[in-house]
């Protein structure tokens, strides 16, 4: 066993990749982001004590996100990125431990029961052999690790949206300490098992407040997502098709190409930047190319223009590809040969220059097919037409929601999702978020009175924004509990960031959800059991056995 990775749905036999990530990541890949973590973890005790001394970084927090946000599933595979961040981890801890030090010794305190990562250094040649030391397994009570992987797993969700919210100028203390607090628990070897189990649940916590946040730093600089058609057929010009969830990175570009004479597209999670005023505004942001992540090696193909990745979602290249001389990675994430977009300076847009001009080289995409796809159905467009909405409950018109939001992926078993949306009721809407939607956004489910049975949120942290329609709805009737309400989850994952909404949903009190299409390998059964029996988390069955139990609101 050469690695151990378990933090993805896809992960082999649902137990853990053992000698090459089924995401693709090799085994040397895996180590380095150990490392890294490990490093991270060691940075984070350091910090938090410092926080109890009132001394607080708000740096420190940023580069541990942007650290765990690069070893996020597919975000990644450039190897030459990790051991300098490795190095750098130790050198900002080794300096933070150091002013821990001395205000210990300022005020006579003694400072004990050091944890080894908050210690160790290692060299680019030790590296390989310190790695196994440092990963997933280093915990060997199962139960203990599972623990400390979902807490880990939800901070890097957590990352993922701190991330985005911080580079449009959105930053909470409270979220960045947690932060530092909740990874450091992941190495306190005082803390039982029950009291993981609260850090779980208050990463579920934070999971919402990031979410919040992310939500309003999106608002505030684009506006109000609105309804609206997108085209999915092509235009003449040459394109840029643009992926990832970095809205501040689709701006500087379209700003940057308008009238260039180039053609910009969204790609899989980029698809509701189509829906912010400040963005949809764009005469050359022309439609969404393509479907969800996994299909980009034929989408990218046959795209014929310049790629931008903006975070994760990168599948690997096959080796006989067309496209890699004309892909462009940016922010945290990177791919081996492809030309890298630095970080933008202060005050100042990333140079997508470079990009622009390949873009101009290229032909016009191949049309792989047309018409629109209408999306835009956050909160604020839904809770406009929440007075209709209730009357269309009250009169039985629509008998139930059920929130279908959450990632999308390869296995050939989530066409469930497909005919699970083929299958509900007529009188069903269906809330979605995430790139969970191409399962069946394309297809034509019609509406009740006017209002669409699929309501496409956003993105995947958009499941926030799903949650408050539902916790909105619970206030409109007058409930008390907002699992009264005619709504059922049917949910499915794949990477971290899902992780992270699961477990705000759980904070939020939603119960007796189906998640699929299987349960998160790194839960021990005995931690599953506790969610199981806790929350009455459930695993997917079949269509038509689930379809019948959500229309019968079980």
């Not at 979410?211 to 600089?221: G, K, P, Q, S």
């Not at 980029?270 to 942001?285: I, V």
């Not at 890699?324 to 890298?340: N, Q, V």
């Not at 629109?372 to 909160?379: K, L, M, Q, S």
Request: net charge negative; with cysteine; hydrophobic share 40%.
């Amino acid at each position: 066993m050469s690695m151990f990775c378990y933090q993805c749905q896809e992960t082999s036999r649902n137990l853990g990749c053992t000698m090459r990530g089924v995401c693709g990541k090799p085994d040397t890949l895996s180590g380095m982001m150990d490392l890294l973590i490990y490093s991270l973890r060691g940075l984070s005790w350091v910090s938090t004590r410092l926080h109890t001394e009132g001394i607080y970084h708000p740096e420190d927090s940023l580069f541990t996100m942007q650290g765990l946000f690069r070893t996020i599933t597919n975000a990644n595979f450039d190897e030459a990125v990790f051991l300098p961040l490795i190095g750098q981890a130790i050198a900002l801890r080794d300096q933070r431990m150091a002013e821990l030090v001395a205000k210990y010794q300022s005020s006579g305190k003694t400072l004990k029961d050091i944890p080894e990562a908050a210690n160790f250094a290692v060299t680019p040649a030790q590296y390989a052999d310190f790695s196994a030391k440092v990963g997933v397994l280093r915990t060997e009570n199962e139960d203990v690790r599972s623990l400390r992987e979902t807490i880990t797993y939800g901070l890097k969700g957590i990352s993922a949206y701190g991330d985005h919210a911080a580079m449009l100028g959105y930053n909470d203390e409270d979220i960045n300490k947690y932060m530092m607090e909740g990874l450091a628990a992941t190495i306190d070897d005082s803390l039982n098992a029950d009291q993981l189990v609260g850090y779980v649940l208050k990463t579920g916590e934070y999971a919402v407040k990031v979410m919040a946040l992310l939500d309003t730093a999106n608002t505030t600089t684009y506006g109000n997502p609105e309804p609206t058609k997108v085209n999915i057929g092509v235009g003449t010009k040459p394109g840029i098709l643009v992926s990832g969830h970095d809205f501040k990175d689709m701006e500087e570009l379209l700003i940057q190409t308008e009238g260039s004479g180039i053609d910009i597209y969204s790609h899989s999670e980029m698809l509701p930047a189509h829906y912010y005023p400040a963005l949809k505004k764009y005469k050359h942001f022309v439609g969404n190319y393509g479907s969800s992540w996994w299909h980009q090696i034929q989408d990218f193909e046959t795209f014929n223009g310049a790629i931008l990745m903006t975070t994760n979602c990168i599948v690997p290249l096959r080796k006989e590809n067309t496209y890699l001389d004309k892909l462009f990675t940016t922010g945290m994430t990177g791919y081996p040969g492809a030309k890298h977009i630095a970080d933008r300076k202060a005050g100042k847009a990333k140079d997508f220059s470079e990009l622009i001009a390949v873009a101009k080289t290229c032909k016009a995409p191949t049309e792989i097919e047309t018409g629109e796809i209408t999306g835009g159905f956050a909160n604020h467009a839904v809770l406009q037409n929440a007075g209709a909405i209730v009357d269309l409950i009250k009169k039985g018109a629509i008998k139930r929601f059920v929130v279908m939001a959450g990632c999308d992926a390869r296995m050939p078993s989530r066409k469930y999702f497909t005919e699970v949306a083929e299958k509900l009721p007529k009188d069903t809407i269906i809330l979605t978020a995430g790139c969970a939607k191409y399962r069946y956004n394309k297809l034509n489910l019609g509406d009740i009175e006017g209002i669409p049975r699929v309501l496409d949120a956003g993105q995947c942290n958009d499941s926030y924004s799903l949650a408050v329609i539902a916790l909105k709805l619970k206030e409109a009737f007058g409930m008390e509990d907002v699992n009264e309400l005619p709504i059922s989850f049917d949910l499915a994952w794949y990477e971290q960031k899902a992780v992270a909404v699961l477990l705000a949903l759980l904070h939020l009190g939603f119960k007796n959800m189906r998640l699929g299409p299987t349960l998160p390998g790194f839960l021990s059964p005995n931690v599953a059991k506790v969610i199981v029996d806790t929350f009455g988390l459930q695993l997917i069955t079949d269509p038509d056995t689930d379809v019948m139990a959500i229309s019968q609101g079980k």
